[in-house]
């Protein structure tokens, strides 16, 4: 498998996602953590650029920090999957390696 | 699976150090090998055991050292990175002629090499920072 | 000479990429991570050092750092090559929306479009960003 691509960054104060889904080649994972969450809402701005990226790459959610920044799996983009920590170290393992967006 | 950690940021500034604990302790449970825990830039700051956070906050460095503890973990700070930032073992004390030492249980301080040691070593690498 | 805690593992050669994405002197981001690149290059691995976004403003010409009170460590890039660090790559797309050529950089490096950084990160086996 290809790589996981872990991002942490809001996408409305930096461009982090965009980098992210700029150099991630089709079937990469695209997983959205700590404040990087913010990107997995539908509604936003950026809603529709993470619906468009769903044609090539799963994209995952960690919940925790979902539920930790007041929102909930109805405010999440239908098919971006949440995934727990646990979650989160599957991912590590099923890609073959991780680059974090920092 | 092997997997190694790198923590380039401080506790508390940053969620950085929460969310490498969480994925230790997933990975831990999950029966996965921690080669290693690396922490490098402000990260170095994970491990001193000086810090006390109010009584109602988490205390981070307290729960690394829990994990190491508890599953053999080993924990290593940078040793270029802790000298910047005025964390000491007591050998480093001693060869710095400082008054004292403050690294936390668990934890040790070693070159940038087991950085990359643990990459070779790792199927896995995740990092966490800001 | 070599530290005790350089001292070079058993093990296989990886491919390492050190994805460099920050400006220098605001953070230490840069300094430190061209640390971790100068002590990984004893360790004979396969070495890339990429720059991308900000990261492309680290090998910028004429820095002149005296005013800001702060060591420039751009010099030290150009020293890569005695340490047997030659793959060095820029992405054009990052050069170019900052108003950069090759010509502005104190290193001879290739530059390759998003499309073919992207290739390149899927080859390697360790990807070290900070």
Known sequence: ?102 | MKLSILVNEGPYQHQAADTAIQFTKAAVAKGHEIFRVFFYHDGVNNGTRFAVPPQDDRNITAQWTALAEEHNLDLVLCIAAAQRRGILDENEAKRQGKDGNNIAPGFRISGLGQLIEAGIQSERLVIFGD | MAEPWEDEPEGPVRKFMYVNRRAPYGTIYALESLEVVLIAAAFEQDVTLVFMDDGVFQIKKGQSTEAIGVKNFSPTYRALEGYDVEKLYVERESLESRGLTTDDLVVPVQVLDKDQLAALMEEQEVILSF
């Open chain 1, 1 to 102: 498998m290809a790589m996981l691509h872990t991002i942490n960054k809001s996408p409305f104060e930096r461009r982090t996602l965009d980098a992210a889904l700029r150099h991630a080649v089709k079937g990469s994972g695209i997983l959205l953590i700590e404040d990087g969450v913010y990107a997995a809402f539908d509604g936003t701005i950026v809603a529709d650029k993470v619906k468009a990226a769903m044609a090539d790459h799963e994209i995952y959610v960690l919940g925790p920090d979902v539920s930790a920044r007041g929102m909930s799996e109805e405010h999440v983009i239908s098919g971006v999957k949440i995934v727990d920590y646990d979650g989160f170290v599957d991912l590590v393992t099923q890609y073959d390696k991780v680059q974090s967006w920092l």
